[in-house]
C-alpha cells in the first residue's frame, strides 16, 4: 500500500443485485452530512462551473439531477443566466435546498422536485427539451448507473449535452502518508459494494454514457486536492474525515474498523494537516455526451 489509496482491481462488481428505483447513499442525510455538503461546495463549485464551460455552450434550460442541497443548482444558473430545474432524491434535502435559496434571496434561480434519478419528475413535454442534463455525485450513490444515464439521455434535447461528474475513490493519494488511513479508506470503499454501489464508478462515465445511447465527446478531471501553503488543506482534512465519519457506523457495524481506529486517524490527520510538506491529490471524473439527433 503506497500514499494513501487502497486499489480496487476492475471490474467492479456490486456486492448485491442492483435494483432500479433505490438509493444508497452511504452518508445519510443528518445535519452534520449537510453541513458537510455545504462545506464541500464552497470548495469544488467554481471548478465544476468552469468545466462546463458555459460560456462557449450557451444553454437555455438546465436539468440537474441529484441537486441535493442546490448550491451547485444555483450557481449554474447564476451562470446560465436561465432558471434550472433540480431533482433530488432525499425530501430533508430538498427542504435545506429550499431553505438555503430563501436565505439567499435565489429562489427565482432554481425550481427543485423531490424524485428519483432513475424515474425523473419530468411531463412529457418536458423529456427531450433540456439543453444541459447534468449529474454530480449521484452515479457512486445508485444501484442502476446505466438507469439514471438512460433519463438523463432522454431529458435532453437531440443534440443537447449530458455530463456526468463522479468520484474513483481509488485515485486517493495523501503524501506523507496518514497512519491508519490505508485500511480505513479500505473499509471506506467496501461500504459502497456492500449496498450495491460502485466507489470506483468514475472510470466508467464514459462508457455509461455510451450504453445509454449518447455519443461520448469530452472527459477529464476536476481537480480536488490541497497542500500545505494554500491555506485551504485544512478544508480538504475536514471534508476526508467527515466522509469517514458519517460512514464509519456501517464501517464499524459490518466489523471493518473500530472506533478506536478512526478516533486514532482523526487524530494523526490533524497533525498531519500541519506539517509543511502535507498534499492531498484527488479529483473527480468527468465526462460529457451528446444525445444523438
Known amino acids: 500500500m503506497s ?3 487502497t486499489p480496487t482491481t476492475p471490474p467492479f462488481t456490486p456486492a448485491i443485485t442492483p435494483s432500479t428505483f433505490q438509493s444508497a447513499y452511504v452518508h ?4 452534520r452530512e449537510q453541513s458537510r455538503l455545504s462545506r464541500l461546495n464552497t470548495l469544488i463549485n467554481d471548478s465544476c462551473i468552469a468545466e462546463l464551460q458555459l460560456a462557449s455552450h450557451p444553454v437555455q434550460r438546465i436539468l440537474d439531477v441529484g441537486s441535493g ?5 444555483r450557481a449554474l444558473a447564476r451562470t446560465a443566466g436561465s432558471r434550472v ?3 433530488e432524491y432525499s425530501e430533508e434535502q430538498v427542504t435545506e435546498a429550499l431553505r438555503q435559496a430563501r436565505e439567499a434571496g435565489e429562489e427565482h434561480l432554481a425550481e427543485f422536485r423531490q424524485g428519483a434519478a432513475e424515474n425523473l419528475p419530468l ?6 427539451s433540456f439543453d444541459l442534463v447534468h449529474t454530480r455525485f449521484v452515479l457512486e450513490h445508485v444501484q442502476n448507473p446505466l438507469a439514471v444515464v438512460k433519463e438523463m439521455v ?3 434535447k437531440p443534440g443537447g449535452r449530458i455530463v456526468l461528474s463522479d468520484d474513483d475513490h481509488d485515485v486517493l493519494r495523501v503524501w506523507p502518508e496518514i497512519p491508519g488511513l490505508a485500511p480505513i479508506w479500505a473499509a471506506y470503499q467496501r ?3 456492500r449496498l450495491g454501489c460502485d466507489p470506483i464508478i468514475g472510470r466508467r462515465l464514459v462508457s455509461l454514457l455510451h450504453e445509454a445511447g449518447a455519443t461520448p465527446v469530452r472527459n477529464s478531471w476536476v481537480w480536488f486536492g490541497s497542500c500545505s501553503g494554500d491555506g485551504l488543506l ?4 475536514d471534508n476526508l474525515l467527515g466522509v469517514i465519519d458519517t460512514a464509519k457506523e456501517r464501517m464499524i457495524g459490518s466489523g471493518m474498523t473500530s472506533e478506536a481506529a478512526i478516533l486514532a486517524l482523526v487524530d494523526a490527520a490533524r497533525a498531519w494537516a500541519q506539517r509543511p510538506d502535507a498534499a492531498i491529490w484527488f479529483a473527480m471524473a468527468w465526462a460529457e455526451g451528446r444525445r444523438k439527433a
Open 3 to 5: 500514499n494513501g489509496a
Open 191 to 193: 461500504t459502497y459494494d
Open 69 to 73: 442541497l442546490g448550491q451547485l443548482t
Open 154 to 156: 432522454s431529458a435532453a
Open 234 to 237: 485544512p478544508a480538504y482534512t
Open 85 to 87: 430545474i433540480g431533482v
Open 123 to 128: 411531463s412529457a413535454a418536458e423529456r427531450g
Open 28 to 31: 445519510g442525510t443528518a445535519p
